[in-house]
C-alpha cells in the first residue's frame, strides 16, 4: 500500500503548482501538489483523510480539541455567544463591537443549508466598515484566539496544533490586487525583534487576490517578516488556485502547524461535494515560530480581514464568507 501510495503522489506531481514570484524578490515554493484545479483541466482523485491526517508520516497524539459550531439561526445562543465561550471575550473583532465602527448590524450571523448543516456568515461592508474602529485602508471582521484565551488554544515553542474548519465563498465577492485574508497564523509577542522577526505580517494566510493577468486566485502565503535588518521580507506563494474552482462551494481546510524555527506546515482542501482533495502542501523546516522568549506564541485567526485602498474593486454589496465546524486541536506528535 505504501509502494502504491507513493506511486500515486509521483503521479501526481506531474501536476504541481507553477508558482509566480512577486514584487520581484518573492521566492516560491514547490510542495504544494494540486490534485484538481477545474481551470487546468486536471484532475485527482485524493480522498479526505480522517480527521485531516495531512501528509506527515508522524503519528499526532491529542492533548485538547476546541469545537466552534452554530446552533441555528435564532436558535439557543448567539454567534457572538458561541464564539466568546470557545475562544474567550475579546476574541471577536467584528465593527459592531466598536463604538466608532459600523454598529448598525451584527457582523457574524447564523444561517443553515443542506450540506453543512448549521453555520456561520462572516459579513463585511465596503462603505460602512472600519478596522476596530479605526479609519483606514482596511477592514476586519474576525475571530481568533488571543492572549485571555484558553492557553491550550496558543501555539507556543515546539508545540503540534491541528486546525480544521468548513469554509465557503460566493463567486459574486469581489477582490482587489491587495489581500482580502480568510484565515491567518500570527505570531504574538511582548516585545518585537528584528534578530527573529516580528508579529507584524502574518506568518501563513489564505487569502484571495485579483490578478489581471491570470485571473483571481486563493493564495496560500508564506511570510518569514522581517530580517535582522528591519526589512520587511517577500511572501513565498505556498499555493495559487483558480478563484473560479473553489466559489460557491463547501470546502474542508485542514492545517497542521508545528511551531518552531525549524518548523513543519501541512495544509489540505477538500471539496466537500465529491470529496476531492484539491490541494496538498507540506512544508518541513520553514520558521514558524517568530518567537523572543517563551511567553511568545502563534494564534489563528478565521473571517475577512481586507484592504479597501482599492475600493473600486470591490462591490458597495454587503459581502458574506462562510465558515462552519471549527476544530482546534493541541498534541504532540511521535515516530
Request: aromatic residues 10%; proline residues 2%; hydrophobic residues 35%.
Amino acid at each position: 500500500m505504501l509502494m502504491i501510495r507513493f506511486v500515486k503522489q509521483l503521479v501526481l506531481s506531474c501536476f504541481v503548482l507553477m508558482l509566480c514570484s512577486c514584487g520581484g524578490n518573492s521566492t516560491e515554493s514547490n510542495s504544494a501538489i494540486i490534485l484538481d484545479d477545474s481551470s487546468s483541466g486536471n484532475q485527482g482523485n485524493g480522498q479526505q483523510g480522517s480527521g485531516g491526517s495531512g501528509l506527515n508520516a508522524q503519528k499526532f497524539i491529542p492533548i485538547q480539541t476546541f469545537t466552534l459550531d452554530s446552533d441555528g439561526p435564532n436558535l439557543g445562543k448567539t454567534a457572538y455567544q458561541l464564539i466568546w465561550q470557545v475562544f474567550g471575550v475579546g476574541s471577536i473583532e467584528s465593527p459592531d463591537l466598536y463604538s466608532k465602527d459600523h454598529t448598525e448590524v451584527e457582523h457574524i450571523v447564523e444561517a443553515t443549508d443542506d450540506v453543512v448543516g448549521h453555520y456561520f456568515n462572516f459579513l463585511a461592508h465596503r462603505d460602512l466598515d472600519y478596522n476596530k474602529g479605526v479609519v483606514s485602508d482596511r477592514q476586519r471582521n474576525e475571530i481568533k484566539a488571543y492572549d485571555n484565551s484558553n492557553p491550550n488554544l496558543l501555539g507556543y515553542e515546539g508545540e503540534t496544533f491541528q486546525y480544521s474548519w468548513k469554509f465557503k465563498v460566493s463567486s459574486e465577492l469581489e477582490l482587489s490586487s491587495k489581500f482580502s485574508h480568510f484565515f491567518q497564523l500570527k505570531a504574538k509577542n511582548a516585545v518585537n525583534s528584528f534578530a527573529n522577526g516580528d508579529d507584524d505580517q502574518p506568518i501563513v494566510t489564505i487569502s484571495g487576490v485579483e490578478k489581471s493577468a491570470s485571473g483571481n486566485e486563493l493564495q496560500v502565503r508564506y511570510s518569514k517578516g522581517t530580517d535582522t535588518l528591519g526589512v520587511m521580507t517577500s511572501d513565498v506563494y505556498l499555493a495559487k488556485l483558480n478563484w473560479g474552482s473553489i466559489t460557491d462551494e463547501w470546502l474542508q481546510i485542514f492545517v497542521q502547524a508545528t511551531y518552531a524555527e525549524n518548523g513543519h506546515l501541512v495544509l489540505e482542501i477538500t471539496r466537500l461535494r465529491d470529496n476531492n482533495k484539491i490541494l496538498s502542501i507540506e512544508e518541513s523546516g520553514i520558521d514558524l515560530l517568530r518567537a523572543n522568549d517563551s511567553n511568545d506564541f502563534v494564534r489563528p485567526k478565521w473571517g475577512i480581514y481586507r484592504s479597501i485602498s482599492e475600493a473600486e474593486s470591490l462591490r458597495t454589496d454587503e459581502e458574506k464568507v462562510s465558515f462552519a465546524n471549527f476544530v482546534v486541536t493541541k498534541g504532540v506528535l511521535q515516530e
